[in-house]
């Protein structure tokens, strides 16, 4: 009974996991009644009367090619066709060639033919191409040819055996690929697109709470400190171990037809692209997860001066993954991550101006190795960042993700200030009120204000004005402004500051 209740419970538990489960379970339910109907019934008249005993080729059809995704059974239905269709046709050609050779050749050659073709197709299904897509076609094309081939029918049973076979295996698969497409499909490239979103979404929240467990974790005792742990530890090791899920929902989803936002020719290389980055900075996170709370600990003064370069530089980089994933998610194209980019390579090289100065003379050789370690992993981090970062909007540009949807465009008035400075105004829409935006500006860039009239105006893409400091100001990249025709001033004070 307590067995029994076991399995009840596991039975829930996988059920809750992914509802659509429970649904797949139906489909292929119908589609075994459907196919079955033609063994029965006979239900389209002479053209299925002669299967017979053969009607048991579709019942199999349906249980080895209906898989959970579109894909998977686009791809074996696809395969097992084409396989039954060719292997068909050249068995019923040797069987023709052997029999005119006369009674004592006939066996010899077919045993020939069968050697020949059953090596060499097994041989093919060692390139990791044909086995990647073509590995199931290609086993039943052994099948196939095989026992057509060496059966001892005469020569209008060996027809009328490949007519059905070829028949019955058309009639199980179609079945199986029309209920897979139009009843509750679950498309393997939605579900690659969801896993790599997700991915990029447990890396992102380890970044941006390693800050607080790296210098705060011994304060919550040690109970704290091993549950925060164990959790951060099960949601990205997850990402370690997603590589097969990724390839396999790539391969199937090649042979999926366009569905949803995702169009003819989607790009789904690109996919394994962002995923092997991904997978690349998780092993570089477990890593650093080790650090946390090591046995050699800094002193706490020496741990304090680096703790705002060492936050900054994960916060940073999670912030700029986590806009990776929302511009991923929302399929936009998106260039809001490159302000956090740019804060995490700012942070690496505070931290570096501060090893250098000699803040480490006094710390012991231990301590050192293992600090050093750890900032060599957040630098490789801050990098494989920049990369994802890259990755996903080469994604963006080749499944051509529409734009980001902007408001107005606000206006920035540039003055010359008594001071010799420049100043501007803008507005700007924000829920927390008015704030200050600082422009940084290079000679290069003053000397071309400078040439224009005393009054030009600008315009700052809104992608930019979205990276607010803790003093309330935001700060915005020249790359980043352009000039447009003259435009009302605004009350927002911008500053123009030379660099």
Known sequence: MEKLREIVREGRRVGEEDPRRIVHSFKVGVALVLVSSFYYYQPF?????????????????VVVVFEFSVGATLSKGLNRGVATL????????????????????????LATFVFV???????????????????????????????????????????????????????????CILISIFVCPVWAGQDLHSLLVSNLDTL???????????????????????????RNLERYKSVLNSKSDEDSLANFAKWEPPHGKFGFRHPWKQYLVVAALV?????????????????????????KKLE?????????SGKAMKEASISLKKMTKSSSYDIHIINSQSACKALSTLLKSGILNDVEPLQMVSLLT?????????????????SVRELASAARFRNKMKPTEPSVSLKKLDSGSTGCA?????????????????????????DDDDTSNIVLDDDTINEKSEDGEIHVQTSCVREVGMMPEHSLGVRILQI
């Not at 981090?381 to 920049?386: A, F, K, R, S």
Request: charged share 25%; proline share 3%.
């Open 117 to 175: 073709t059953a090596a060499l197709a097994t041989f093919v299904r060692f390139f990791p191409r044909v086995k990647a897509t073509f590995d199931y076609g290609m086993l039943i094309f052994i099948l196939t040819f095989s026992l057509i081939s060496l059966s001892q029918f005469r020569d209008e049973e060996i027809l009328d055996l490949a007519e059905s076979r070829l028949s019955t295996v058309l009639v199980g698969g179609v079945s």
């Open 204 to 230: 992102s929240h380890f970044l941006q709470e390693f800050g607080d467990e790296y210098f705060e974790a011994r304060t919550y005792g040690n109970i704290k400190v091993v549950e925060k742990r164990r």
């Open 45 to 61: 008249g002479p053209f299925t009367d002669y299967f017979g005993i053969n009607a048991m080729w579709a019942v199999m059809t």
């Open 308 to 316: 705002e370069p060492f936050r900054r530089m994960s916060l940073e």
């Open 86 to 109: 060719v292997a068909g046709g050249l068995a019923l050609g040797a069987h023709q060639l052997a029999s005119l050779s006369g009674r004592t050749i006939e066996p010899i050659l």
């Open 374 to 390: 750890t900032v060599s992993l957040l630098n490789d981090i801050v990098n494989i960042t920049e990369k994802i970062s890259e």
């Open 279 to 303: 997978r690349q900075c998780a092993h570089r996170i477990d890593a650093l997860n080790s650090y946390i709370n090591s046995n050699f600990q800094i002193p706490i003064d020496i741990k």
């Open 426 to 450: 803008m507005p700007i829409n924000s829920r927390d009120g008015d704030h200050v935006v600082t422009i940084l500006l290079s000679d290069d860039d003053k000397d071309d204000i400078d």
